[in-house]
């Protein structure tokens, strides 16, 4: 069985602060991926990034940057000098590697950021 | 771009009705999946479909059935709406290299009185 666990619910932040959402997750696969969404008020999540369990490097991009640590099985989600736009909904999800090509994916809980101006 | 649109934004039903949601992809993806979304449960998977005409029940299938008759439709329907299936219903789709992106329609708000 697979689970993903975002620890907070909410996060109300000032802009210009950095802020980092937490997630962590179980799984017995051996290989999978990890991958962060986000939710605008619009409704449609947005693909962020994706991750194989193999490659540890942290990534940036822009803003954003993420930190993957299989010793603790946590993919968390760092947004420097949030802004206004980066108010969304924001959710970690898991996927097994192996198997059928139709590998479900688990969501969180879901993070609710909200930065203020 | 993929785009995946769902047919509708928000849509009211009285309980006992017969409701359909229509998804529609574009990029020629095997993969569709159909979720819902609530407050504190994130999104949980309903039914996927890996063909046409075939489909597979995800975590949380009751009160649901599914229909896929060609490869960019998938469609969602609920036999006899309840008010305990008031929620948001995202659709979304994907190609058949496990290492894909899953791509997500704008989802329908369905309220059912």
């Known amino acids: 069985a697979q689970k993903v666990t975002q620890a907070q619910t909410e996060i109300s932040v000032v802009e210009k602060e950095d802020v980092t959402l937490d997630c962590v997750y179980e799984?017995?696969?051996?290989?999978?991926?990890l991958f962060w969404y986000k939710q605008p008020p619009s409704g449609e999540l947005v693909f962020l990034i994706r991750?194989?369990?193999?490659?540890?490097q942290n990534e940036i991009s822009g803003r954003y940057s993420w930190n993957f640590q299989k010793s603790t099985s946590s993919f968390n989600f760092t947004i420097t000098a949030s802004q206004v736009v980066d108010s969304a909904v924001y959710f970690c999800?898991?996927?097994?590697?192996?198997?059928?090509?139709?590998?479900?994916?688990?969501f969180g809980q879901g993070t609710i950021l909200t930065v203020h101006p | 771009d993929v785009k995946v649109t769902q047919s509708s934004r928000y849509l009211v039903k009285r309980t006992g009705e017969k409701v359909f949601l229509e998804c529609v992809q574009d990029?020629?993806?095997?993969?569709m999946f159909w979720y819902r979304q609530d407050p504190g449960l994130g999104l949980r998977l309903i039914y996927f479909?890996?063909?046409?005409?075939?489909?597979e029940k995800g975590d949380i299938p009751e009160g649901y059935s599914v229909s896929r008759e060609k490869k960019e439709r998938f469609s969602l329907i609920l036999e006899s709406a309840s008010t305990n299936q008031t929620s948001m219903y995202l659709c979304?789709?994907?190609?058949?290299?496990?290492?894909?992106?899953?791509?997500f329609g704008p989802g329908t708000r369905l309220l059912v009185l």
């Open positions: 799984t017995r696969d051996t290989t999978y991926y």
């Open positions: 999800a898991l996927r097994p590697a192996g198997g059928t090509s139709y590998g479900k994916l688990t």
């Open positions: 990029m020629d993806h095997e993969n």
């Open positions: 979304a789709s994907r190609g058949a290299n496990p290492q894909e992106t899953q791509y």
């Open positions: 991750r194989n369990s193999f490659d540890e």
């Open positions: 479909s890996y063909d046409v005409k075939m489909k």
